[in-house]
């Protein structure tokens, strides 16, 4: 079973959503495997000003993004993308061995974002220069 604090967050997830304006966008997960997270975050300077996360999925898939989302904010690109799945366990509590890939699904739609964020920029620079 999941733990109170799982059950707390999936039944009232405060950092769920879209961002419409949001200009850093990643997913990553599967129908096949049932769980997938999308995390959109709005960079300034380099900085996550805001970000939410949108699941599909389990309790554990919706309080993982939840959780991630809420410790990304005022972290650096860098900083997101050495977030400590560990303290996101932590926070959670016990996670079932099937379903400890939310927590590597959440390392991989933050990397994806970052690395759209990262490429989005780059485009900018280029027409720039053009």
């Known amino acids: 079973m999941y733990s ?4 707390e967050i999936f039944s009232d997830p ?3 959503g879209e961002i419409r304006t949001a200009n850093a966008i990643g997913d990553a997960g599967s129908a096949g495997i049932g769980d997938i997270l999308k995390f959109y975050m ?6 996550i000003m805001e970000a939410k996360c949108k699941a599909f999925g389990s309790a554990v898939a919706i309080a993982v993004g939840s959780v991630c989302a809420q410790k990304l904010v005022g972290k650096t690109l860098d900083e997101a993308l050495e977030l400590n799945i560990n303290e996101v366990e932590e926070t959670l509590g016990e996670i079932p061995d099937g379903k400890k890939h939310c927590l590597q699904l959440a390392k991989e739609a933050i990397a994806a974002a970052v690395n759209y964020y990262y490429k989005k920029q780059e485009k900018a620079e280029k027409e720039e220069v053009n």
């Open 4 to 7: 109170q604090k799982i059950m």
């Open 14 to 16: 405060e950092n769920m």
């Open 42 to 47: 709005i960079v300034d300077g380099g900085q």
